[in-house]
C-alpha cells in the first residue's frame, strides 16, 4: 500500500495563468473553502494565446458556482450575449445556416419533433428547419432577453445564451476573485523541474528568480508548450491532424460596425475559416487555415479583406496540431486547456474543455496517493469528451459540396472515425440521431450542422405517421406562428445590453 495514501494534499501548484489558469484557480478557491493552499505560478513577460473568446451555455454553470453576478461579469469582460454560431459556406459557396442553441420545436409523444417537422419538409410542405427555434429566429432579427421563468409555457422560458467575452479580461477578473479567495500568485519564469527520485513525481518548481515552488498536485496550465505533461513527464501527444488539417490561425482584433449581433460568425474560405466575434467594445477575429493549402501572407491577406471595420493590430500568428496528449492526467500532472490538447475553436469548445477538466480534478480530487484507477478514470472521461468534439467538428468539413478549392475536395474525400460515419448513416436514413452518454452536443446540435450542410435523410420515423398529415401541419404552423410573435416583442441585442450590462469603453 502506498504510504501517502489517505494522507489529504497539501499544496496545489497551477502552472501558468491566462484563461485555463485563473479560470482552474477560482473553480478550485469556490469549491475547496481554503481547506488547501493554492498557488499559481505566472511571467507577465508570457503571453497567452486567448482565442477562446466565444463561449457555449455550459459556461453559465461555472459562473453560477462562483456566485458571479451576471452583469457584472458583462461589464468585466466587454461580453455580449450568444444565441448560436452562424456558418456561411460550409456546405457550399452561399450556403448560410445557424447551431442554434437551445431546442427546436415542441415535444411530441411518440417521437422527436424534427421527426414531424422532416416529414413535410421532405414533401415540400414546410419551410426550413430554422423556424422553430426562437434562439434561431432571434439571431435573425439580432433580438435578445434572457429566458422568463415566469412564462412556463412560452418560447420566452426556453432562450438559451451563452456569452461573448474578452479572455484577458475574464483571466483578470478571475484572478481578482482568486486572490480574494486566498490563491498566492508568484511571478517567475520556470527554469527547472524537479522530479522526486522513485517515481518521477514533479517534486518542486526552481524559477529563475531563485524561488523554490514545492506542491503536492501540479496543474499544468502553460498552454502548448505543456512545460510539466509533455517536457518534464514526456506523456506524449494523440495526433488528429490526418482529420483535422487546419494547423495555423491569425488573429486580429477590428472595430465594431453595424449592429451588434448576438451570435458568433464562422465563415469558411478557401483552405480554412473565419471567425468573427462581436464584444462590447470591439470585433475579435481570426483565420483559421491550413498551410499547406495556403501561405501565410495569403491567409493574412484573406482575413484582413474581410472585416467590418478598420483593424486595431497586426495579425497575430498562432501555430497548433490539432490532437490532445495521450494521458492528461500523468502521476502528480494534470493538464488542462491547450496543455492537454488542441481542437480548433469552430464550435467554441475552449472553454468548455477547460471547464470539464476543472469538474473533473474536482470528481477525482486526490490525496497524496494518487489512486490509480482514479486517475485512469479521470483520463478515459477527458478522452471521451476530446474525441466527441472532435468528431463534431470533424463533420463540418467532411460533410461539404464544395468544388472551388482543393481543401475542401481533400476534407470531403478524407476517411473519418467509423463513429462519426455510424452518426451520418443512421441520419441518412430515417434521421435518427442518439446521444452517445454524456457527450457535450446534443441531437439538436447534430441535426443543425447535418441538415445545414446538405445531409437529406431517405425517409423519416415511421411513427410519425401516427398522427394524420393536416394534424401535423397545424401543429408545425402553431409553433412557428407563437416563436415569431414572441421574438417580436423581444429587445434588440443592443438594447438589451445598454439596459442590464453596459461595459465602460475599453481602456
Known amino acids: 500500500m502506498d504510504k501517502h495514501a489517505n494522507s489529504p494534499l497539501q499544496t496545489i501548484v497551477i502552472v501558468g495563468g491566462g484563461t485555463s489558469g485563473w479560470m482552474t484557480a477560482a473553480g478550485l478557491a469556490k469549491v475547496l473553502q481554503g481547506r488547501f493552499k493554492i498557488r499559481l505560478v505566472e511571467s507577465d513577460d508570457i503571453g497567452t494565446i486567448g482565442v477562446g473568446e466565444a463561449t457555449i451555455p455550459m459556461i453559465r454553470r461555472f459562473n453560477q458556482t462562483l456566485e458571479l453576478d451576471e452583469d457584472e461579469f458583462m461589464r468585466e469582460t466587454q461580453a455580449t450575449f450568444k444565441l448560436g454560431i452562424e456558418?456561411?459556406?460550409?456546405?457550399?459557396?452561399g450556403d448560410r445556416y445557424m447551431h442554434a442553441f437551445g431546442a427546436y420545436g415542441q415535444a411530441l409523444w411518440t417521437t422527436e419533433f424534427h421527426q414531424y417537422w422532416l416529414k413535410m419538409w421532405l414533401a415540400g410542405k414546410a419551410p426550413d428547419l430554422e423556424r422553430y427555434s426562437i434562439n434561431r429566429m432571434a439571431c435573425k432579427a439580432n433580438k435578445f432577453m434572457r429566458a422568463d421563468a415566469s412564462l412556463p409555457?412560452?418560447?420566452?422560458?426556453?432562450?438559451?445564451?451563452?456569452?461573448?467575452f474578452d479572455a484577458s479580461l475574464y483571466a483578470r477578473y478571475l484572478r481578482k476573485y482568486s486572490e480574494q479567495r486566498g490563491v498566492v500568485r508568484t511571478e517567475g519564469k520556470i527554469a527547472r523541474t524537479v522530479l522526486r527520485a522513485g517515481d518521477g513525481f514533479v517534486e518542486a518548481l526552481e524559477l529563475e528568480n531563485g524561488i523554490r515552488v514545492e506542491g503536492d498536485l501540479f496543474i499544468d496550465c502553460s498552454g502548448f508548450r505543456g512545460l510539466l505533461i509533455e517536457e518534464a513527464l514526456g506523456t506524449g501527444f494523440e495526433d488528429w491532424s490526418h482529420w483535422l488539417p487546419?494547423?495555423?490561425?491569425?488573429?486580429?482584433?477590428?472595430?465594431?460596425?453595424g449592429e451588434l449581433t448576438p451570435y458568433t460568425r464562422s465563415t469558411a474560405h478557401s483552405a480554412g475559416w473565419q471567425w468573427r466575434i462581436p464584444l462590447q467594445s470591439r470585433i475579435g477575429n481570426g483565420h483559421v487555415y491550413c498551410s499547406d493549402f495556403i501561405s501565410d501572407d495569403e491567409a493574412a491577406a484573406v482575413l484582413l479583406g474581410n472585416l467590418d471595420g478598420k483593424a486595431g493590430a497586426e495579425p497575430r500568428p498562432i501555430r497548433f496540431t490539432a490532437g490532445k496528449r495521450k494521458k492528461m492526467w500523468n502521476r502528480n500532472v494534470i493538464a488542462v486547456g491547450l496543455a492537454s490538447g488542441f481542437l480548433e475553436p469552430l464550435e467554441s469548445t475552449s472553454i468548455h474543455l477547460v471547464q470539464a477538466a476543472i469538474d473533473k480534478i474536482v470528481t477525482f480530487f486526490p490525496d497524496r496517493g494518487f489512486s490509480q484507477p482514479d486517475v485512469d478514470e479521470f483520463n478515459t472521461q477527458m478522452d471521451f469528451e476530446y474525441t466527441r468534439i472532435r468528431d463534431f467538428i470533424i463533420l463540418h468539413y467532411k460533410l461539404n459540396h464544395r468544388d472551388d478549392s482543393p481543401f475542401w475536395r481533400r476534407c470531403?474525400?478524407?476517411?473519418v472515425p467509423e463513429s462519426l460515419t455510424q452518426r451520418m448513416e443512421l441520419y441518412r436514413r430515417h434521421g435518427?440521431?442518439?446521444?452517445?452518454?454524456?457527450?457535450?452536443?446534443?441531437?439538436?446540435?447534430?441535426?443543425?450542422?447535418?441538415?445545414?450542410?446538405?445531409?437529406?435523410?431517405?425517409?423519416?420515423?415511421?411513427?410519425v405517421d401516427v398522427y394524420g398529415e393536416q394534424e401535423v401541419l397545424d401543429f408545425l404552423q402553431s409553433i412557428e406562428s407563437v416563436i415569431g410573435k414572441c421574438v417580436d416583442v423581444m429587445p434588440t441585442h443592443a438594447e438589451y445590453i445598454a439596459q442590464h450590462c453596459s461595459a465602460q469603453p475599453a481602456r
Do not use: D
Open 412 to 415: 470531403r474525400e478524407m476517411a
Open 432 to 463: 435518427r440521431i442518439f446521444r452517445e452518454g454524456l457527450e457535450l452536443f446534443t441531437p439538436v446540435g447534430w441535426l443543425q450542422v447535418m441538415h445545414g450542410q446538405g445531409l437529406k435523410p431517405e425517409g423519416y420515423h415511421p411513427l
Open 246 to 257: 487546419c494547423n495555423r490561425a491569425l488573429a486580429v482584433p477590428c472595430e465594431n460596425a
Open 153 to 164: 409555457n412560452s418560447p420566452l422560458s426556453e432562450i438559451t445564451h451563452a456569452f461573448h
Open 87 to 93: 456558418f456561411v459556406n460550409w456546405g457550399k459557396l
